[in-house]
């Protein structure tokens, strides 16, 4: 007998997309069948996201056709009746960035440093509004309701907390969960695991297993050495094109290619560490009996540390254990370190020093910028307003620290997006700028929080590098935060890991 063609959920047929004025795939042709759940692979800038928004109707599809099968199946089962029901609302798509909004307007974003402020802290949602807020077909399975994803990805810890004061890792679980109270035929999740702690990131394949069995379609941007077992197949993708679709079970990371790491040029790298030198202090941080709480919530307990100059660190500790608020207290967003024992750079918080005072001397990146950067401005703009200590470009450009920016995108492997606004880059790019922006100025103490998420590994490797070339070269202090063991510097040499606010 002849196999039959399995019935498909999705087709992408043959389509042309463009966005803006590049296009960025042409004759692509992607057919997911019944019961099948897809992972998509590949190198930074292949495609990956854009193949995500193009499923998701984000993108103009210029030739070619795209036939939403789930969607007209769902109409023969479900007439609409009156209301507008396109297969958008059978679609709910994780994405890199959240769109929270304020409660006072419903249209402002939240801004980078909005936690920290009493007032402006409190006009953000609480998670348990936030979830009561959404909605879903009024056909929708009671398979996921608010008490179910809430036990599904522990937020009932959370549920009176605002949405501006969850970590990272807290929030990617409350947009998973957000994406399930939609009930879609369609999940689209955008490098889901990224800022997920160990506990969490192990628990994740049997989350993607309880998904699929609800009948739910899951297709994941994701990287090849972390595709759940859940899935069943997977797309490579290169520069646009999807070079092989196999099963799972068939799959091997090393069948994406890697671009190999180079040594950074360690002459350029000097001449622009020598172009402002780093002053000396004895002590970078000190912190003594610190206590910090939101309300009646302790987030930092008791917490001892002296960081002298010249030593590097790793901070670890699961998502909610406090390393962004004690990260916080250091580069002087925290209010609340004024009432501390703490010093920073031979000097006492408190006795005179501006919060710029403070950050001149500070290098900083973490999820929260990279998800809160204005990005009107160019990828160079971004990283010469590292010069200046501001969030994006306000005044009018010096030739010499632009061109020192772009010397500094140079190692990065990113000057050739220098006049691309920031909006329009990949995740990876936008977050190599950041990074470009948190080295351009030398500064005696670099905190990277997280500062490989979304890159390959290609990326990473050339990142890892380059930075121990830095503590190799220099007296630069550093604190690296991460949830992979593996994606720590050689350079690091000492470690402080917090559980719920303490040091163990």
Known sequence: MPLTTPAPVLLLDNITVKYLHHTLFHNLTFRINKGEHWAIVGESGSGKTSL????????????????????????????????????HNLVAEVAQKHNFRNLSSNITEFYYQQRYHALDSEDAPTVAAYLAGIEAPAEAASRWTVETVSSTFQLQPLLDKQLIKLSNGETKRLLLAAALLRHPRLLLLDNPLTGLDVQTRAEFNQLIRQITDSGITVVMATSPAE??????????????????????????????????????????????????????????????????????????????????????????????????????????????????????????RGSGETIWDIRKKIGFVSPEMYQYFPNENTCLEVVESGCYDTLGLFRKSEAPNAAIALRWMHLLEIEQEAHQLLKDMSASTQRLCLLARALIKNPPLLILDEPCQGLDQHQQQQFKQLLDAICQQSNTTLIYVTHYQQEIPESVTQVLHLQNGQII
């Open 52 to 87: 995500l928004h193009t499923i998701a109707g984000k993108y103009n599809v210029v030739s070619g056709r795209v036939q939403h099968v789930y969607y007209e199946e769902y109409l023969q089962q479900y007439p609409p009746k009156g209301k507008v029901f396109t297969h």
């Open 227 to 348: 595709v759940p077992e859940a899935l069943t197949h997977v797309a490579i993708l290169e520069k646009g094109k999807i070079v092989e679709q196999l099963p799972l079970a068939d799959f091997d990371p090393a069948r994406v290619p890697v671009t190999p790491a180079f040594a950074p040029d360690l002459e350029e790298l000097q001449a622009l560490l020598s172009h402002k030198k780093a002053a000396a202090y004895d002590t970078i941080v000190k912190m003594d009996q610190v206590n910090i709480t939101y309300g009646q919530r302790p987030i930092l307990q008791n917490i001892n540390w002296h960081v002298r100059q010249g030593e590097r660190w790793a901070l670890l500790g699961h998502n909610g254990a406090g390393k962004t608020t004690l990260l916080s207290l250091i580069n002087g967003d925290n209010p609340q370190s004024y009432a501390q024992k703490l010093i920073l750079f031979d000097r006492k």
